[in-house]
């Protein structure tokens, strides 16, 4: 029996999507994907509908290489709005407390540094995080009772930017894997008395990706109807490799590359050669090879790349 034929092109790299506003990250990838004819499209982190701003998506070989760019830094820039709130913690929920009060900016700069460092966050009600085996925010949208428990998560900054007015701030912020801003907003609220939610939140770093490189949908339409090869398109993706620039590199020879593509060990030999390492990528003629590991000097493939 023939095989069953797969549907799109095999595009392989990264694409920083400026992602825009009221549009789910799995709707941006599903949108993106359809433009590019993709086989194979996944994110690096998730954002909010009401959020704008950095979503590197990945093409095909580059999906093996999602987790690192989940792991990296992000840098945010978002409007709080004191006084409400909110169930979702932002701007798309419905309000369930008030307060007539309002923060100093003297009030406000005196709070940060308890928010700054590794912090205790409970996360959103409404977050993608799974209980027994269901997203939160599902079950929050069908009035289950939400229990989640506080995580230790960093946050390597947060500065207060501007008040526009008395009920609203500006802050930006740099936060390791897993916190929340929804849950900065609410927590920062609650401690300052006045209660808050996000009303704004732009994404401006993803680890490597950064807002500088983005490019938005309206523009990726545009370059799809220049080329009917979709080069033009093509031209605007990263390398596979970008989300690895922070574990080190390997340079191999040809037989030893050939190894690993098989999926098989390399004895790794020399003075200088490493004995032990969580993660590497090796490469060959500048091409990426796989992402290893080193044990007692043996490299070992965890994920092999087919881009031949």
């Known amino acids: 029996m023939a095989g069953k034929k797969r549907r799109g092109d095999p595009v392989n ?3 920083v999507l400026d992602k825009p506003h009221d549009m789910t990250s799995t709707a941006a990838v599903g949108a993106v994907k359809r433009l ?17 701003g950095v979503l590197p998506i990945a093409f095909g070989e580059a999906t093996k290489t999602v987790q690192w760019a989940m792991e990296g830094e992000k840098a945010y820039r978002f409007t709080v709005r004191w ?18 009060m309002r923060p100093s900016r003297a009030e406000i700069e005196a709070l940060l540094p308890d928010y700054t460092g590794e ?22 949208r069908d009035g289950e009772e939400v ?22 701030a ?7 894997k897993g916190a929340y801003v929804r849950a900065l907003a609410r927590d920062m609220g609650r401690d300052l008395g006045c209660l808050g939610h996000i009303a704004e939140l732009r994404r401006t770093r993803v680890g490597p990706f950064a807002i500088e490189d983005a490019i938005s949908l309206e523009k990726l339409e545009e370059l799809r109807h220049k080329e009917a090869d979709r080069s033009a398109l093509r031209a605007v993706l990263l390398p ?22 098989r999926g098989q060990q390399v004895i790794l030999r020399g003075a200088e050669a490493p004995v032990a390492e969580q993660a590497v990528l090796a490469m060959w003629k500048g091409k990426p090879i796989a992402i290893c590991a080193i044990e007692a000097g043996l490299l070992k493939p965890k994920r092999v790349f087919n881009l031949s």
């Open 13 to 15: 790299g990264w694409l």
């Open 36 to 52: 590019f004819n993709a086989r194979k499209a996944g994110h690096g982190g998730t954002l909010d509908p009401l959020a704008t």
């Open 83 to 100: 006084g409400e709130e909110r169930d979702t913690d932002d701007a798309e929920g419905e309000v369930i407390a008030t307060s007539d």
């Open 119 to 140: 912090i205790a966050q409970l996360p959103p009600r409404f977050s993608a995080i799974k209980i027994r085996g269901e997203r939160a925010y599902d079950l929050a």
């Open 147 to 168: 229990e989640l428990r506080p995580r230790l998560v960093h946050i390597d900054h947060l500065e207060l930017v501007e008040m526009p007015d008395a009920d609203t």
């Open 170 to 176: 500006v802050f930006e912020a740099i936060t390791g």
């Open 240 to 261: 596979v490799q970008t989300a690895l620039d922070d574990i080190p590199a390997l340079a191999l020879d040809r037989n030893q590359a050939a190894r690993l593509l």
